[in-house]
C-alpha cells in the first residue's frame, strides 16, 4: 500500500508521534492506520523501559483544585529543558486534572487514571517519551478532599504546597501556603516535633556548654537548655516561625486571631531526595551524543 502524506498526516495526528516515526510505523504495517498506531503504542513502553534507569531529578510541580479539593502532582524529566518544552507542561497539566478527577491517591492509582484523550496516564508517559526521548516518571502525589478550607500555591513549576486549614478563610489558607514555600517548615507545630528530635537537640545544646555553665543546679541547666531548644523548634515549626507576609507577627498568632488551625501541610519540591549523577556538563554530553567529544 502506498503511504501517502495524508496517511503520515492523519497518524501524527493521533498518535502525537514524529513525521519519521509515522511513516516508518505505516510501512511496517503495510499502511494500517489503526495496527500502526499499536505498534507505536510498543515502540513508546520498549523505549519507556529502556530508559527506566535513567535519572530524572528535573521536571515540574503542578496543581489541580476544585474549591475543598485538590492535588499536587510531581513529574520528573531528566534535564530542565525537557521541564520547559510544550508537550511535557501540557501532559504533566493533564496529569494533575486527571489525579483530581479520578479521587487518585497515590501514584499506582493515578497511573491507571484516564486523560481527556481515553488514555491512561501511564499510556500518556510511556508515549511522551518516545517522543521527547527522556525518562519520565510520575513520581509522587499529594491530595487533599475537605470541607475545610483548602490554601493551595505552586511557585514557578519547582515547589508546590497544599494546606488544610480549620477556620479562617481560603486566602488565609493560600498566604500559608506561601510561607509554607518560602520557608519549608518540617513540623506544623510544637506538638508535631518527635520527640527524639527534641532529645538530641538537648544533647547538642549541653555539648556546645561550658563546664562553668554545665556545673549550674539542674534546675537553672534545664531551665537554660529548654530556652536554646524551644527557640529551635520554633525555627523548625510552622506556627513558631515569623510569617512571610507579616513578619512582626508569627504564623501561631495569625492563625489564633483569625480562630483558625492548619489541619494538615504538604510540600512538594522537584527533585528533592533523587541523588543527581555528578558527570560531564550539558554542552560536553551535547557534544559526546554528536560524537565530536
Known amino acids: ?32 492506520i489503526e495496527v500502526a498506531i499499536e505498534w507505536l503504542r510498543k515502540q513508546g513502553l520498549a523505549k519507556a523501559d529502556k530508559k527506566a534507569s535513567r535519572v530524572a531529578a528535573e521536571g515540574r510541580v503542578v496543581l489541580a483544585q476544585d474549591a475543598g479539593k485538590a492535588a499536587l502532582v510531581e513529574v520528573n524529566s531528566e534535564t530542565d529543558f525537557v521541564a520547559k518544552d510544550a508537550n511535557f507542561i501540557a501532559f504533566a497539566d493533564e496529569v494533575a486534572r486527571s489525579a483530581l478527577s479520578s479521587g487518585a491517591n497515590d501514584v499506582d492509582a493515578l497511573k491507571t487514571a484516564k486523560t481527556a484523550d481515553g488514555n491512561t496516564t501511564e499510556e500518556g508517559r510511556q508515549a511522551l517519551i518516545a517522543k521527547i526521548g527522556e525518562n519520565i516518571q510520575i513520581r509522587r502525589m ?16 519547582r515547589i508546590g ?15 500559608i501556603a506561601m510561607h509554607v514555600a518560602a520557608m519549608n517548615p518540617p513540623y506544623i507545630s510544637a506538638q508535631h516535633v518527635p520527640a527524639d528530635f527534641i532529645a538530641k537537640e538537648k544533647e547538642i545544646e549541653l555539648a556546645k556548654m561550658s563546664e562553668k555553665d554545665k556545673a549550674k543546679p539542674a ?75
Open 161 to 175: 504546597v497544599l494546606i488544610e486549614l480549620k477556620g479562617g478563610s481560603a486566602e488565609l489558607a493560600r498566604g
Open 142 to 157: 499529594v491530595r487533599v478532599d475537605s470541607s475545610n478550607n483548602v490554601g493551595a500555591y505552586v511557585h514557578g513549576g
Open 219 to 293: 534546675e537553672i541547666l534545664e531551665k537554660i537548655i529548654g530556652g536554646k531548644v524551644n527557640k529551635i523548634i520554633n525555627e523548625n515549626t510552622l506556627t513558631g516561625q515569623p510569617y512571610v507576609l507579616d513578619m512582626d507577627e508569627s504564623v501561631g498568632n495569625v492563625l489564633k486571631k483569625a480562630g483558625a488551625e492548619v489541619i494538615s501541610m504538604h510540600r512538594l519540591a522537584v527533585g528533592e531526595g533523587i541523588e543527581k549523577p555528578v558527570g560531564d556538563d550539558f554542552a560536553t554530553e551535547v557534544m559526546k551524543q554528536a560524537g565530536l567529544a
Open 1 to 32: 500500500m502506498e503511504i501517502t502524506a495524508q496517511l503520515v498526516k492523519e497518524l501524527r495526528e493521533r498518535s502525537g508521534a514524529g513525521m519519521m516515526e509515522c511513516k516508518k510505523a505505516l510501512t511496517q504495517n503495510d499502511g494500517d
